[in-house]
């Protein structure tokens, strides 16, 4: 199984609602990563788990809460976003953070297009 | 400095012909690898190529070939015999080593268009 899958695909949420993203991978990886991709730019890294623990995150403000509940899921939580959110949310996962002169090919998810009304 | 340069926003290519996608990278790391993806637009970014920067030859995967040119430090994806469905946008990685462990890098990406 090299799939990492994503709910939901699309995610219309208001400014005052609360909403979660989320990402699983059964491909034994042990760093996962959540990035944000505006219209034709390259994805903005946000977070990244390393063995289950908040290895990096990319100063991104606190309306985005990330959650790593096991080695397989990754969540996205929301509160309070801004129109300016609007995005593409990739979620991506590879072997081992800590790996050096390594493949350590990150596989992405199909993502989750989100629109903050 | 930029990590990863990709100098081309659009490129069109007639369908059966062959095209190069340029990258250059920065990096003083020994240990590194490049990556190219393709992402269509559904938005899913699939991964094509992988050169390391100890391997001594160029990669290749079916149509994409990576030219590597390690002391000018580039790595363009070579795609042969294009096809409508490689209409895309291409985006060059690159994976280094830092203090907390693996970083990568993102290129601003190439848009391709094959013409029938």
């Known amino acids: 199984d090299t799939e990492v899958t994503q709910t939901p695909k699309h995610l219309v949420m208001g400014m005052t609602n609360k909403k979660s993203l989320k990402c699983e991978q059964h491909?034994?990886?042990?760093?996962m990563y959540w990035y944000k991709q505006k219209a034709k730019k390259p994805p903005e890294l946000m977070f990244v788990?390393?063995?289950?623990?908040?290895?990096i995150n990319e100063s991104v403000p606190s309306r985005f809460s990330p959650e790593c509940p096991n080695s397989s899921l990754l969540n996205l939580h929301l509160h309070a976003l801004q129109p300016e959110d609007s995005a593409l949310y990739l979620c991506?996962?590879?072997?081992?953070?800590?790996?050096?002169?390594?493949?350590?090919?990150?596989?992405f998810g199909p993502g989750t297009r989100l629109t903050v009304l | 400095a930029q990590k990863i340069t990709q100098t081309q926003p659009g490129m069109f290519v007639q369908e059966k012909e062959a095209v190069t996608l340029d990258c250059t990278y920065d990096?003083?790391?020994?240990?590194?690898?490049l990556f190219w993806y393709k992402q269509p637009s559904s938005g899913e970014m699939i991964f094509l190529i992988y050169?390391?920067?100890?391997?001594?030859q160029n990669a290749t995967e079916g149509r994409y070939s990576l030219n590597f040119q390690k002391a000018r430090k580039s790595a363009n994806l070579v795609i042969s015999a294009s096809q409508l469905g490689d209409s895309a946008m291409y985006f060059c990685?690159?994976?280094?080593?830092?203090?907390?462990?693996?970083?990568?890098?993102f290129g601003t990406g190439t848009s391709l268009t094959v013409i029938p």
């Open positions: 991506a996962s590879s072997q081992d953070l800590r790996r050096g002169g390594a493949y350590n090919e990150q596989f």
């Open positions: 491909m034994g990886h042990r760093a």
């Open positions: 788990y390393s063995y289950e623990k908040l290895s």
């Open positions: 990096t003083s790391d020994p240990s590194y690898g």
């Open positions: 050169q390391g920067s100890y391997d001594q």
């Open positions: 990685a690159m994976r280094e080593r830092s203090n907390t462990g693996n970083q990568f890098y």
